[in-house]
DNA sequence: GCGAATTTTTACGACATTTTTACGCGGCTG
DNA sequence: CAGCCGCGTAAAAATGTCGTAAAAATTCGC
């Protein structure tokens, strides 16, 4: 009887503003995680994949727009931006990016409090109906975040479950090696294929039936990797 | 083949603010009905069963905060709210009623428009088909960078499949040799003209159907090549 | 601070692709 | 008709890329 506490990330440097929106968000009764900055934001939505991240714009390591499309890459969850920012074009932006709603400073809690609500709300309307995706012998649940294999439980670490998501996101698509190092690593990595080749490999050993000839998570030399569906 | 435009649904007693939602909406590519109070709207909606609905909050016949809870009743279909108020706890009491937006006015076009996509944005995911080129029993999805052969997958290494679109691209124009090399394997290789012998006749192995009497990928001795689409 | 889990780095054999080389064919020209 | 030239094919050589295992460094939870 797990009482199933959502988590919420908030991504946001100012550390007294971070901890105002921690207490609304517990009085909400989520379980909050923090992260100061967008590589540290990235890696901790990795970990924990949140039921919501609460993103500050301003960050000091690089724009929360670029959070969000790193973060769309892999994952559906809803995004509520808080910025100081008024002006109509970064809200834009900022939605069309992928965030769901965006609230400008100075807010007070109450409203905080029923849009984080409303987007909830929203994650139970439609994730009644359990999401997964089966391919092989393997079922991926991104509801749970969980992923079994012919019933059996598969520990997946964050970088491996990301790479998972974004494979899995683009079912029959090549990925470039550079865009999966860009999303996953950030840009700064694109140049790096070998943890490429270390983390497919992961994948491959633990999901694939016979890791040496893969049905599922193909190379294309040169180019990058497709995730094939099904045959 | 109709085109599936998403049907939004407009509540608002002022034909002036209506109008200019109605405008924003159509540009969207959204097909607009519209209604002036209360006791229309959840009628209309009944009928349309909108993908949006976007609600002014003060309207002459009731308020909106009961639409809300009486479209709530039967429909999850997200609601945009648009209000004068700026008040917090209108704002709260909107959103818990079932709300899942709300914009103050005066807004701009802009933002409106970019939070009805992110509201309407789940909803259409899979695209499914992307565009292909065929010829022959050859199928090209440039998508999924993935080329079939009577339904059978072909693999082509990089600079293959480089040359395949590069004449794919110029359907019955001969492509001199010149070109091609420059264009694949740099300004320096423009002379080296039997990369291009190598390469071509690859192509012809993997995708005529007798390579030796090509119907597709033509000579033009002393020229270039010509990719000749089905005849 | 300590142990466990995870990420990063490194090295090397296996494999895929590209490049190079060689040769046969056929048309064209002198 | 002989020789030259451009083309097509095949296969060897060279290069580059990938997969794997394991060690080193880092992070995380307690």
Known sequence: MSEQVPRVLVVEDEAQIRHFVRLALEAEGCAVS????????????????????VLD???PD???VDFIRSFRAWSERPVLILSARTEESHKIDALDAGADDYLTKPFGVGELRARVRALMRRRQRQGGASPWLEFGNVRVDFARRQ????????HLTPIEYRLL???????????????????????????SSHY??????HLRQKLEDDPTQPRHFLTETGVGYRFQPDA
């Open 34 to 53: 923090e992260a100061a900055g967008v590589a540290d934001g990235l890696a901790r939505a990795g970990a924990d994949d949140p039921a919501l991240v």
């Open 57 to 59: 714009l301003g960050l």
């Open 62 to 64: 690089g724009d929360g």
């Open 147 to 154: 992923v079994t294999r012919d019933g059996e439980a598969i």
């Open 165 to 191: 998501a974004m494979l899995l996101a683009h079912p029959g698509q090549v990925l470039t090696q550079r865009k999966l190092l860009a999303e996953i690593w950030g840009a700064s990595y694109v140049e």
């Open 196 to 201: 490429l080749r270390v983390y497919v490999g």
